[in-house]
């Protein structure tokens, strides 16, 4: 697993994802997308808490959904009936749970979409079962060759799934292409820290983590936030603002094995497969990730240029 450490140019090679990536991916998601639900509900991402609230361990689920509504508010959108999103596209969308809500808040349309179609399918029987299939739909497409025309979307956002694109220039790309001129991009991602002026590369212990993190989620190359502003910077993206939200999502993590402990958390434990358990085992190594600083979470956001 290589860590980068300088910009994306538009000549640098192409990165070879793993094989059998895809599938691996869909694969976990496929098996464990059930028994995180049972536990957590239908948002498959960290929430976001308040510094210090680590000894309460507040809802699981209204923290997740403070991620989003700090994510938009950091990138800015709009919520004047003539400025909001009209048309949103959710890439990465897991069961639809920040589909519906992304949705609800604006009175959009919003599509999902995601690897597993088991998620797909979940996620629509959801929404089907709330009376919403008239503004949310999700459906199983690669966020590296997503099946939207041109411009499309006037706000587009992945929660946590730049984490398994392999090649991240790719994935901004495709970001931007369906973004419509003047849309919003919004990108919430665990990356590594940013390296300092000294170093060519991450240490040993580092590189050495994330590799067994990788493992446990089908994760491809880690970047760091500056090669995230980078890549929007070579694709001509404007108003990049980034944040390090690794203190505020430090609760989520305990909060989760503390879920995983109770009543239904042990008899979900029951149902679940080789994948789930692997990645239940590497909830401890992210744990030890961001305590060493080497884990950020983080959000960066930027604009479409407007047509000229």
């Known amino acids: 697993m290589a860590a980068s450490s300088t910009a994306a140019e538009a000549s640098a090679p192409v990165p ?22 049972r536990i957590c509900g239908d948002h498959l991402h960290h929430g976001f808490y308040e510094p210090g609230d680590a000894a309460s361990v507040p809802d699981v689920r209204r923290a997740q959904i403070r991620t989003i509504d700090e994510a938009l508010a950091f990138a800015a959108v709009p919520d004047d009936p003539e400025k909001k999103p009209k048309m949103i596209v959710d890439v990465g969308c897991g069961i639809g749970g920040s589909s519906r809500y992304l949705a609800r808040k604006y009175g959009a349309q919003c599509t999902g979409i995601t690897l597993s179609r088991v998620q797909a ?28 025309p041109d411009g499309m979307f006037d706000l587009v956002c992945s929660m946590e799934s730049g984490e398994h694109m392999p090649d991240k220039t790719k994935f901004v790309s495709e970001l931007a292409r369906v973004a419509a001129p003047g849309g919003t991009i919004i990108i919430v991602t ?8 000294s170093e060519n590369s991450l240490k040993p212990d580092e590189l050495s983590l994330l590799k067994r993190i990788c493992n446990a989620y089908c994760l491809a190359d880690w970047c760091s936030p500056a090669d995230y502003v980078n890549i929007a910077k070579s ?42 358990i692997r990645g239940a085992m590497g ?3 992210l744990i030890q990730g961001y305590r060493k600083g080497l ?10 240029p407007r047509a000229a």
């Open 295 to 304: 884990i950020k979470f983080t959000i960066i956001t930027c604009r479409k």
């Open 121 to 148: 399918e979940r996620g629509n029987a959801l929404t089907a079962a709330q009376c919403f299939s008239d503004k949310v739909s999700l459906q199983d497409a690669d966020a590296l060759d997503q099946p939207f």
């Open 16 to 37: 070879v994802p793993p094989a059998g990536l895809k599938e691996d991916i869909a694969g976990l998601y496929d098996e464990s997308s059930g028994v995180w639900e």
């Open 190 to 197: 665990c990356c590594h820290r940013n390296l300092e002026p």
């Open 283 to 285: 909830i401890l190594l």
């Open 235 to 276: 694709l001509s993206l404007e108003d990049i603002r980034t944040a390090d939200w690794s203190e505020n999502v430090a609760p989520f993590w305990p909060a989760v094995i503390k879920l995983s402990l109770s009543w239904k958390g042990l008899t979900s434990a029951l149902t679940c497969g080789w994948k789930t």
